[in-house]
C-alpha cells in the first residue's frame, strides 16, 4: 500500500481534524461528538429525575428555559414523554454504540492487530459525517412544533404510528425514524469496515488467538450489529410507510383513536416488537461486549497477571453473541405473543447467563493473588465488574419468565438495564478513556481528577440505580409521569427523592470528567509511549502515534499472545506481543 | 521488605463491603405487595431467586473488594503467572447451568401452570378494554356469553361499540375503571385495546398482561381475599398513561351477583348500562 508515502504529506487542518481518513482523528471525532450527546442526553435525566421526585412542582427558571415543554414551569406529560424516550435514544445508539464501538473500536483496533489504517479510510470518514447528521436531526426533534418523539425508545405503534396517540407521534416520530436510519447506514459502514479490518489487516504474527480481548469483543459486537440493524431498517421503513403513506403493517382493523376509526386494517402490532428486539437484545451485547473488552485488557495491565482463561473468555464473546439472536422474546413475555413461544426465549435467556457467569468468574480469579495498581482505569474497570454483576443477578429475575409477569414494564426493569447494560457500558467509556487517553493525546489524565470521579460516579450509580429494584418489585410501572397518581405507589415517594438527588451528585460528578478531558489535552502531563507497562501492541506506537501509526519502520511483528504478565524468567513483570523470545532478557527492548 | 495498602484500596475495600450489606439489608425484606391471589407460587420462586442471587451477589462483590484489598499492596510480592485451569472452569461452568436450569426448571412449571393452562369450566369471564386513558370492563349476558363488537358503532352513547342486532348486547353490562369479581373462583380476563398498547396490571395478584388492538389475550387467575385492589395500566399507552388506574372489587359471591344484577337492571338502552360513566357506581 501507499501509506508509507501518504504520510509523510503535510495535510492542511480541514483534511487533518474535518476530513480526516486517519482512524485515530475518525475515534476522536466519534469519542467527542458522543460526549456531547451524553451531555445532552444526561440532561435529559436531570429533568426526567426532577419530575419523579416532585411531579407536576411548577419551576419558574425551567418554564423560562423550556416554553413548550414546561408552560408556567409545570412539566408537560408529553414533553415527560419525549424526554424519557430521547434519553433511550440518545444515550443506548447515539452516545454509547458511537463511544464504544465507533470510537474506541476505530482508534483502538487498527493499533491493537498492527495495521496502519482501518481497510477502508474513505468510508470511515464517510461514517462519521453520516452519523452527524442523525445527531443533528435527534437534537432538532426537540423544536418541533409538537415536540421530539414521545413513545418510548421502544417506539412501540400504534401509539409510534398514529399521529393523534400523542403529540410526539406528529413530526417528532418521523425526525426519530430519519436519524435512526442516519445511525444505522453509519454503523452497517462502520461494522464493514471493522470486520474487514480484522480480518485482512492484521500484522505477521497477529493469529485470531492472539487477538486482544478489545479487539475481539468490537469486532464480535460489530458482527452483530452487521446482523441485526437489518431488521430494525425494515421496521423502521414499514413505520415510515404506516405514518405517512397509509399502509397497514402495524396497523390492525378496527382502531378507535382520537374519536374516529382509522381506516387501517390487516396490520399487527407485534410484528414491530419483533423486528424491534431482534435488533434491541444484540444492541444490549454491542454495548456490553466492548466494556466487557475493555474490563478484560485493563485487568490484565493493572492487575500484572494474565487474563484467567482467554480461550474461555473468546469462546463466551462469542457464545453471547450466537445466543443473543435468540433471546428478544424475553422482552415480550407479557406483550401478547403465544406462551409457549415465550417458554423457548425463557430457556435460551437462562443459558445465555452461563457464558456471562463464565466471564465474571475469570475476572474474579484474575485479581485473585494479582498485583493490583489502583489507577483510574482500573478502578472504573473494577466498578464495570461490580455492576456487570449486580446487573447480571436482576437478570436471572427478569428472565424467569413467571417472575416476569410480575416485574416487566417495572421500575425493577430500569435498575436492570442501567447495570448490566448502562452501567458497565458507561464505565467502560470512562475505562477506556482513561486507559487509552495517553496514546491518544500523547498526554496523561489527572490522576486525582480521575479517582473524585470515579468515588463519586461509583457511589452515586449504585444510589440512583439499586434502590429502583425495590421500587418495581413493589410494582412501580416505567414511564409515569406522575406515580403518586396511584395510592400503592405514593409511600415509596421518598425513594423517588432520594433517587433524585442521588441522580443531580451523579449528573453533577460527570462535569469533574469533563474538566480532566479537555484540561488534559491540552496541558496534561506528557505520557511515554507505555505508560501502562501494558502488552498489547498500542503501546508499541508513539504517545500519539503518527498518521500511519508506526512510522518508517516496518509495522511491529508479533510473537506471543497479549497477556503475559508476570512471567517467570522474564526481568520484567510485562512482555509486550512484539517481544521475540530471543529478545526476552534484553531488557532495553521494551 | 515493606509492605503497605494505599488509602484507597481500603476505601475501595470498604465501599464493597458497604454494598454488601446494603444489599444484605435489601434482600431480608418481604418486598412484593401483599398476595390476594392464587399465584403464590410465583412469590416463591421469587425469594428463593432473591436468596440465591443475593448469597452470590454478597460472595461476589465481597471477593472483589476483598481482591483490592489483599492484593494491592504497594510493595506486595510478584502476581502469580496463572492463566488457566481447565478443571475449575469447568466445575464453575458446571455448577452454574445447574443452579439455572434448576431455578428455570421451577419457573417452567409455574409458566405451565399460569400460562399454558386452559381456564377450569367454572370460571367467571369478564372483557378488559383498554382505551386512551381509561378502562372499560365487560360482563357477559346471564347465559355467559359476549355480544359482538364492532368500532364502527362506538360512540359516546356505545362506548364499547356493542351491536345491537346481537341478542347478547341486551344482557351485557360494562362499567368503568371498576371492576367486580367473585373471590375464590377463577377469574378469566379477555383483554382487548381499542386504540393503542395497554398493559392490564394487578400488582397484588401478580397479573400483567398487554393489551393489544387487534387481539383478544386471555389470562386467567383466583382472587382469594375480599378487599379493593389497585388496577394499573404497565404499558406506555400516551401522555395520559399516569392517569390509566381503576380499581379491583374482590367480592362475596353474593355480593358480587348482586352487584351485577343491579348493574342489569339499569336498562334503558345500552347507553345507560355504562354505568359509572361519570365516575359513581349504581
Redo the contacts between chains.
Keep these: 500500500m501507499t501509506q508509507t508515502a501518504h504520510a509523510e504529506h503535510k495535510l492542511s487542518f480541514f483534511r487533518r481534524y474535518i476530513w480526516s481518513q486517519d482512524h485515530k482523528v475518525i475515534g476522536i471525532q466519534y469519542l467527542i461528538t458522543s460526549f456531547l450527546v451524553a451531555l445532552v442526553a444526561g440532561l435529559i435525566a436531570m429533568l426526567i429525575r426532577l419530575n419523579m421526585a416532585w411531579p407536576a412542582h411548577t419551576w419558574p427558571v425551567l418554564g423560562n428555559l423550556f416554553p413548550n415543554g414546561m408552560p408556567g414551569g409545570v412539566m ?3 414533553f415527560y ?1 419525549s424526554l424519557f424516550t430521547m434519553h433511550g435514544t440518545l444515550m443506548v445508539f447515539f452516545f454509547l454504540s458511537i463511544a464504544l464501538i465507533a470510537g474506541f473500536g476505530n482508534f483502538v483496533i487498527p493499533l491493537q492487530i498492527g495495521a496502519r489504517d482501518m481497510a477502508f479510510p474513505f468510508l470511515n470518514a464517510l461514517s462519521f459525517w453520516t452519523v452527524v447528521p442523525g445527531v443533528i436531526v435527534m437534537f432538532a426533534s426537540f423544536f418541533l412544533p409538537y415536540g421530539a418523539a ?3 425508545w421502544v417506539s ?1 405503534p ?2 409510534s404510528a ?1 399521529k393523534e ?3 410526539g407521534s406528529m413530526m417528532g416520530q418521523t425526525y426519530w425514524i430519519i436519524g435512526m436510519v442516519f445511525f444505522i447506514a453509519s454503523f452497517t459502514m462502520g461494522g464493514i469496515n471493522f470486520v474487514t479490518t480484522v480480518m485482512n489487516c492484521r500484522t505477521k504474527g497477529m493469529t485470531l488467538m492472539r487477538m486482544p480481548l478489545t479487539t475481539w469483543a468490537i469486532f464480535v459486537a460489530v458482527l452483530l450489529g452487521i446482523f441485526a440493524f437489518p431488521s430494525l431498517v425494515a421496521g423502521v421503513i414499514m413505520l415510515m410507510f404506516d405514518r405517512h403513506f397509509g399502509t397497514s403493517f402495524f ?7 382520537g374519536e374516529k ?1 382509522l381506516p387501517n386494517q390487516g ?4 410484528l414491530w416488537q419483533h423486528l424491534f428486539w431482534f435488533l434491541g437484545h444484540p444492541e444490549v451485547y454491542i454495548l456490553m461486549l466492548p466494556a466487557m473488552g475493555f474490563t478484560s485488557d485493563i485487568f490484565a495491565t493493572f ?10 473468555m473468546v469462546g463466551a464473546i462469542i457464545a453471547i453473541a450466537v445466543l443473543s439472536f435468540m433471546v428478544w422474546g424475553h422482552h415480550m413475555f ?3 405473543m403465544s ?2 413461544l ?2 423457548f426465549f ?2 435460551n435467556t ?2 445465555i ?2 457464558p456471562s ?2 466471564k ?3 475476572w ?2 484474575t ?8 489507577a483510574t482505569p482500573m ?1 472504573f474497570a ?1 466498578g464495570i ?2 455492576i456487570f ?2 446487573g447480571g ?2 437478570g ?2 427478569l428472565g ?4 416476569d ?2 416485574l ?3 421500575y425493577f426493569v430500569i435498575a436492570h438495564f442501567h447495570f448490566i447494560m448502562a452501567g458497565a457500558a458507561l464505565f467502560g467509556v470512562f475505562a477506556g478513556t482513561a486507559y487509552w487517553f495517553p496514546k491518544m493525546f500523547g498526554r496523561m489524565m489527572n490522576e486525582t481528577l480521575g ?1 473524585i470521579h470515579f ?1 463519586i460516579t ?2 452515586a450509580y ?1 444510589c440512583v440505580f ?1 434502590p429502583m ?2 421500587l418495581g ?3 412501580m ?7 403518586t ?4 405507589l405514593k409511600p415509596l415517594q421518598p425513594i423517588n427523592v432520594f433517587i433524585t438527588i442521588s441522580a443531580f451528585v451523579l449528573g453533577a460528578a460527570q462535569l469533574i470528567f469533563m474538566v480532566n478531558f479537555f484540561w488534559s489535552m491540552f496541558k496534561g502531563k506528557k505520557a511515554d509511549a507505555n505508560p501502562w507497562k501494558s502488552n498489547t501492541l498500542e503501546w508499541v506506537a508513539a504517545s500519539p502515534p503518527p498518521h500511519d501509526n508506526w512510522g518508517p519502520e516496518p509495522s511491529p511483528v508479533v510473537y506471543r499472545y497479549p ?1 503475559d ?4 524468567g522474564a526481568p520484567k ?1 510485562y512482555l509486550p506481543q512484539n517481544i521475540p523470545d530471543s529478545e526476552i532478557q534484553n531488557t532495553s527492548a521494551y | 521488605m515493606e509492605k503497605k495498602r494505599s488509602f484507597e484500596a481500603f476505601a475501595l475495600g470498604a465501599t464493597f463491603l458497604l454494598i454488601v450489606i446494603l444489599g444484605t439489608v435489601f434482600f431480608f425484606k418481604p418486598w412484593l405487595p401483599e398476595l390476594a391471589s392464587d399465584r403464590g407460587e410465583i412469590d416463591k420462586l421469587f425469594y428463593v431467586t432473591l436468596w440465591i442471587t443475593g448469597i452470590v451477589f454478597i460472595i461476589v462483590q465481597g471477593l472483589i473488594g476483598y481482591f483490592i484489598w489483599r492484593y494491592s499492596k504497594e510493595k506486595s510480592e510478584k502476581a502469580l503467572h496463572y492463566s488457566h485451569d481447565t478443571r475449575l472452569e469447568v466445575t464453575w461452568t458446571v455448577l452454574t447451568a445447574v443452579f439455572l436450569f434448576a431455578l428455570a426448571g421451577w419457573g417452567m412449571k409455574i409458566w405451565n401452570g399460569t400460562m399454558l393452562q386452559p381456564p377450569p369450566p367454572n370460571a367467571v369471564a369478564v372483557e378488559a378494554i383498554g382505551q386512551q386513558f381509561a378502562w372499560t370492563f365487560r360482563y357477559p349476558s346471564p347465559n355467559g356469553m359476549f355480544a359482538r363488537i364492532d368500532p364502527k358503532l362506538i360512540s359516546y352513547q356505545n362506548p364499547a361499540g356493542l351491536d345491537p342486532k346481537d341478542e347478547n348486547s341486551k344482557g351485557n353490562v360494562l362499567s368503568k375503571n371498576d371492576l367486580y369479581i367473585p373471590v375464590n373462583v377463577p377469574v378469566l380476563v379477555r383483554i382487548r385495546a381499542m386504540d393503542v398498547l395497554h398493559s392490564f396490571f394487578l400488582p397484588n395478584f401478580r397479573v400483567k398482561q398487554d393489551a393489544v388492538p387487534g387481539m383478544t389475550v386471555s389470562t386467567w387467575f383466583t382472587p382469594t381475599k375480599v378487599g379493593d385492589y389497585e388496577i394499573a395500566c404497565a404499558q406506555l399507552c400516551g401522555l395520559g398513561h399516569y392517569t390509566m388506574g381503576g380499581m379491583l372489587h374482590v367480592m362475596k359471591m353474593e355480593d358480587y351477583q348482586k352487584k351485577i344484577e343491579s348493574m342489569r337492571k339499569i336498562k334503558v338502552g345500552i347507553d345507560m348500562k355504562f354505568v359509572g360513566l361519570k365516575g359513581n357506581s349504581p
Excluded: C, Q
Excluded at chain 1, 267 to 270: D, E, K, M, T, Y
Design positions: 408537560r406529560p408529553e414523554a414521545g413513545a418510548g412501540y400504534p401509539l398514529v396517540a400523542i403529540p396497523l390492525p382493523a378496527g382502531l378507535y383513536i376509526l396490520g399487527v402490532p407485534l492487575a500484572r497477571k494474565p487474563i484467567f482463561g482467554y480461550k474461555a407479557v406483550s401478547g406462551p409457549y415465550g417458554a425463557f430457556v437462562i443459558i447467563a452461563i457467569a463464565i465474571t468468574f475469570n474474579l480469579t485479581l485473585w493473588r494479582a498485583r493490583i495498581h489502583l478502578l473494577l465488574l461490580s454483576v449486580t443477578l436482576s436471572i429475575f424467569n419468565s413467571p417472575l409477569i410480575h416487566h414494564d417495572t479517582k468515588w461509583f457511589i449504585y439499586f429494584h425495590y418489585m413493589h410494582g410501572m416505567r414511564r409515569l409521569y406522575d406515580p397518581r396511584y395510592a400503592y497477556y504478565y508476570s512471567v517467570s513483570d
